[in-house]
């Protein structure tokens, strides 16, 4: 994620100070150093703060100061709930560990700040891209099998829902989704004894590889008692997408998929089952996207969700 230098903090701003006194002053060597901020594109203020002369970085979101679509909420709560979720998947994947929040400074979350290149970019240079993704698959599963709890269907049928409402399709367009949502949910192949903890947001910005090792990264919108399958459509339709746009055709995509899923599977009989659920989440995953464009593409987009869900008529 491309980011760009905005300030430089030196000692007496009270933000670098509370930086030093209390969250990483025991891994400087010179405390009176000065600090770099530069800024990344973000549904929130988001920063890298470096510590000049000392090899070290924290990144900082700031809860209080969104930038997306979405304002009305409780900055505190969010702050809270990311830095939870964060200390939860911690303890069980790689993640850009939570180090502190203050409600003071914009209800401000500091986090670890990996270096690395991103899975966006082994996507748009399609380097290592099966090593890539198994990796990521790999560390999804252990999120997932180390954080199993109850189930919640209601829970992912609802925020279906609430995605289409934010698209405000026409009125048999609607309707033809209603229906196949209706078919899914009624059969049984959604139902499960168990949910888990999902990153929910399985975008490729979000997974940094340093040192050879996946990193999970902005667990804000994680969910729990969630299915398993939801990170894996999100992040497939992703990449259907991006060689949609960037390299001649979703279609290519298919072998990553299909490695990706298998690398995902504890054995056949499980990459069986999880190939026929995944369309719904792609389908989700595909409408998330059409958030994000207009025109042509957003009607694609939203042709290949429902195409998705038209799967429900063949099982």
């Not at 980011?3 to 430089?8: E, G, I, Q, T, Y």
């Not at 490695?259 to 792609?282: A, G």
């Amino acid at each position: 994620m491309a980011s760009r230098h905005v300030n430089v903090l030196n000692p007496g701003d009270p933000f670098r100070d509370w930086l030093v006194e209390e969250v990483i002053g025991h891994r400087l060597k010179n405390k009176k150093c000065s600090v770099n901020v530069f800024k990344y594109n973000s549904s929130h203020t988001v920063c890298r703060y470096e510590f000049i002369g000392e090899n070290l970085s924290v990144m900082a979101k700031f809860f209080a100061e969104p930038t997306g679509r979405l304002k009305d909420y409780n900055p505190h709560n969010g702050m809270m709930n990311e830095y939870q979720n964060l200390k939860k998947a911690a303890s069980v994947i790689n993640v850009a560990k939570p180090l502190a929040v203050n409600k003071k400074f914009n209800c401000v979350l500091v986090t670890e700040h990996i270096p690395g290149k991103s899975l966006a970019w082994y996507f748009n240079h399609e380097e290592k891209l099966y090593e890539k993704l198994a990796a990521v698959a790999h560390m999804l599963r252990q999120l997932h099998e180390n954080t199993k709890a109850s189930y919640n269907k209601e829970n992912e049928f609802r925020n279906f829902h609430e995605v289409l409402d934010y698209l405000k399709l026409d009125y048999d367009t609607r309707e033809s989704f209603n229906k196949l949502l209706g078919k899914w949910w009624y059969s049984s192949l959604l139902n499960r004894e168990h949910g888990c903890m999902v990153h929910r947001d399985a975008t490729p910005s979000n997974y940094i590889f340093h040192k050879g090792k996946p990193y999970a990264l902005d667990f804000e919108s994680s969910w729990f008692q969630a299915h398993p399958v939801r990170d894996l459509g999100i992040l497939t339709a992703e990449l259907k997408n991006e060689f949609e746009l960037h390299k001649g055709g979703g279609w290519k995509a298919e072998p990553y998929i299909g490695n990706f899923l298998w690398e995902y599977s504890i054995d056949e009989k499980h990459f069986k089952y999880i190939t026929r659920v995944l369309p719904f989440f792609m389908s989700i995953g595909h409408l998330r996207s059409a958030r994000l464009h207009q025109g042509d593409y957003k009607n694609y987009l939203i042709k290949e969700a429902h195409e998705c869900l038209k799967a429900i008529n063949y099982m």
